[in-house]
T-cell receptor, first 112, second 114 residues
Framework: AQRVTQPEKLLSVFKGAPVELKCNYS??????LFWYVQYSRQRLQLLLR??SRESIKGFTADLNKGETSFHLKKPFAQEEDSAMYYC??????????????FGKGTLLTVNP | KAGVTQTPRYLIKTRGQQVTLSCSPI?????VSWYQQTPGQGLQFLFE???????NKGNFPGRFSGRQFSNSRSEMNVSTLELGDSALYLC?????????????FGPGTRLTVL
């Protein structure tokens, strides 16, 4: 079974402060991890994926297989980063493991 | 390219009724996945269709069913509605059904069951 845990429902930081959204996963194989973001009144969209190892809007995430974590980080938060963030996992074998399993999300609020 | 579209956007039904939701994927995309989003359970996978065949299925009762047409448009049907079926139903499309394929989400259909 695959499981994604985002321990923080809410996270509030001030503009310019570093931000880290935590994501832990449970999966017996080698997973593919994603971060999705949903801004107010917009649809869910992909922010980044671990396989591409890129930085989007200043966010980065490193897959730590030892700690089974994929935390999302940004050194200096901006007010426009305020949104709901979802961590998601997809397995590496065929059949039902290709489905995306989402965490319950973290609502990030960046205060001015 | 136009994004994923879902119709209707809002729906109100009563218990015991059935409902059909529609999803039109991005042009050229052949895979459509459906998710249920609720405040308590978050985003939960319902099923995925690729080339008119159901590829994956989540842990939902048989009242939830779907299908995909030859033009990749997909419909989801819920029979004998229950209060707990009130949720935002999202569909997502991708080029194919592999693990590296990015899913693009629609705006969702908000279903309220009274």
């Amino acid at each position: 079974a695959q499981r994604v845990t985002q321990p923080e429902k809410l996270l509030s930081v001030f503009k310019g402060a570093p931000v880290e959204l935590k994501c832990n996963y449970s999966y017996s194989g080698s997973p593919e991890l994603f971060w999705y973001v949903q801004y107010s009144r917009q649809r869910l969209q992909l922010l980044l994926r671990h396989i591409s190892r890129e930085s989007i809007k200043g966010f980065t995430a490193d897959l730590n297989k030892g700690e089974t974590s994929f935390h999302l980080k940004k050194p200096f938060a901006q007010e426009e980063d305020s949104a709901m963030y979802y961590c998601a996992l997809r397995g590496n074998s065929g059949g039902s493991n290709y489905k995306l399993t989402f965490g319950k999300g973290t609502l990030l609020t960046v205060n001015p | 390219k136009a994004g994923v579209t879902q119709t209707p956007r809002y729906l109100i039904k009563t218990r015991g009724q059935q409902v059909t939701l529609s999803c039109s994927p991005i042009s050229g995309h052949r895979s459509v996945s459906w998710y249920q989003q609720t405040p308590g359970q978050g985003l939960q996978f319902l099923f995925e269709y690729f080339s008119e065949t159901q590829r994956n299925k989540g842990n939902f009762p048989g009242r939830f069913s779907g299908r995909q047409f030859s033009n990749s448009r997909s419909e989801m049907n819920v029979s004998t509605l229950e209060l707990g079926d009130s949720a935002l139903y999202l569909c997502a499309s991708s080029l194919a059904s592999g693990r590296t394929d990015t899913q693009y989400f629609g705006p969702g259909t908000r279903l309220t069951v009274l």
